[in-house]
């Protein structure tokens, strides 16, 4: 059984930025990617980007270009998400997801000043 | 684009389910495989695979489920709905990468 450990719910204001990690306690990982997935409250899933396993390429959905980086530490095998400039329409769950098959638990992001 | 039809269904235990996504473009990589896979967002948790390449039920999924189709129009049946088949259905797209891209869901309930 995979398990993908996401980082805890977060609060931010509009314009700050928001980073939530990912890891994957005992994986490893050759070929696969991990994958950023959001959720607004009670809307679909909405793909925000990926990064390759050894961190060196990355990319995200359109609407989210300049806004959002995403990173490995291969020293802790740690999987980060940056987004900036938040506003309150980023608010939602997000999920890191093992080449969109082995899903963390969700970080709840709420953006509200 | 992927289109899922319909938005919502109710049904019965016992009865089958299908639900329809069409994607605006052919699915069928030049390796011969279908990049459609089909998810299970059961209420308060994240989504699970369910389907994978069109049809391949991932590890531990029932045989009740069951992915088809070709190029562009996909269905996923369900031979016999049981309670805890409850949830919303996403079909997902990753011929093109990227963006990976989601239907726009199917809620299924139990009448």
């Known amino acids: 059984q995979v398990q993908v450990v996401q980082s805890g719910a977060e609060v931010k204001k509009p314009g700050a930025s928001l980073k939530v990690s990912c890891k994957a306690p005992?994986?490893?990982?050759?070929?696969?990617?991990m994958h950023w997935v959001r959720q607004a409250p009670g809307q679909g899933l909405e793909w925000v980007g990926l990064?390759?396993?050894?961190?060196?390429?990355?990319a995200n959905e359109q609407k989210f270009q300049g806004r959002v980086t995403m990173t490995r530490d291969t020293s802790t095998n740690t999987f980060y998400m940056e987004l900036s400039s938040l506003r309150a329409e980023d608010t939602a769950v997000y999920y890191c997801?093992?080449?969109?098959?082995?899903w963390g638990q969700g970080t709840l992001v709420t953006v509200s000043s | 684009v992927m289109t899922q039809t319909p938005l919502s269904l109710s049904v019965t235990p016992g009865q089958p389910a299908s639900i329809s996504c069409k994607s605006s473009?052919?699915?069928?990589?030049?390796?011969?495989?279908?990049?459609l896979s089909w998810y299970l967002q059961k209420p308060g948790q994240p989504p699970q695979l369910l389907i994978y390449?069109?049809?391949n039920r991932f590890s531990g999924v029932p045989d009740r489920f069951s992915g088809s189709g070709s190029g562009t129009d996909f269905t996923l049946k369900i031979s016999r709905v049981e309670a805890e088949d409850v949830g919303v259905y996403y079909c997902?797209?990753?011929?093109?990468?990227?963006?990976?891209?989601f239907g726009q869901g199917t809620r299924l309930e139990i009448k």
């Open positions: 997801a093992i080449d969109v098959v082995y």
């Open positions: 005992g994986y490893t990982f050759t070929k696969q990617y």
């Open positions: 990064i390759s396993p050894g961190g060196g390429s990355a």
């Open positions: 473009q052919s699915l069928l990589h030049s390796d011969g495989k279908t990049l």
């Open positions: 390449e069109l049809s």
């Open positions: 997902m797209q990753s011929i093109q990468v990227p963006p990976v891209t």
